[in-house]
């Protein structure tokens, strides 16, 4: 998470959405930089509103933060926790993904009750508006950086340059067309949420 406090904006980091890139170019100009623990660092909208919005308007008078995010093509980010979670250190690791193809780590992640390698979260969750009304003001598809790169040039008066960070193993993976079909079904939200952004 990065707070840019004269520019009221709050970058929530989604994981798997280049946000170690992100951070790594953006933090020298944040005025809050949430790295660790992991927890924090990829605090969900819920935890924002629950610790950190209230801080902002308690302690520092303020009720004008806007929240930012970015979101990845569903199939695309469980490629990328897929690949993440089988580099080689990650050997003989329970969250491991080396025992398992593609196609078996989805249909792991569509269950109930996921095993501990395919529970990844969720991007919808993530971003999920609070009961309360607190929402994230501007989401962008990871897909267009240059959208993206846009608003936080324009929005922090900047020029960014990004250098790609945390990269996982270079595998070609493809989705069987019965595990894509199935997995749009029983995680449409996600792909609703991905097609709402333009």
Not at 97 to 108: I, N, P, R, S, W
Request: proline letters at 7%; one cysteine or more.
């Amino acid at each position: 998470m990065l707070v840019f406090w004269n520019k009221k904006l709050v970058f929530l980091s989604v994981p798997k959405t280049g946000t170690t890139a992100m951070e790594a170019a953006l933090a020298p100009y944040a005025d809050i930089v949430v790295s660790h623990p992991p927890e924090l660092k990829h605090a969900p909208l819920y935890r924002y509103n629950r610790f950190f919005r209230p801080m902002f308007e308690r302690a520092c008078d303020t009720t004008d933060m806007e929240t930012m995010a970015v979101v990845r093509e569903p199939v695309s980010w469980l490629a990328s926790w897929y690949r993440y979670r089988r580099r080689d250190s990650m050997k003989g690791h329970p969250n491991s993904t080396h025992h398992v193809t593609f196609d078996e780590f989805v249909q792991a992640y569509m269950k109930g009750d996921r095993p501990a390698f395919a529970n990844v979260g969720s991007q919808v969750k993530f971003l999920e508006p609070r009961p309360n009304g607190v929402k994230v003001h501007n989401l962008f598809r990871y897909e267009d950086q240059p959208r993206l790169i846009d608003f936080l040039e324009q929005r922090l008066d900047r020029k960014i340059d990004l250098e790609r960070h945390n990269i996982s193993p270079a595998l070609t993976l493809e989705l069987s067309q019965k595990i894509e079909t199935r997995f749009r079904r029983k995680c449409s939200a996600e792909f609703d949420l991905y097609e709402s952004l333009f």
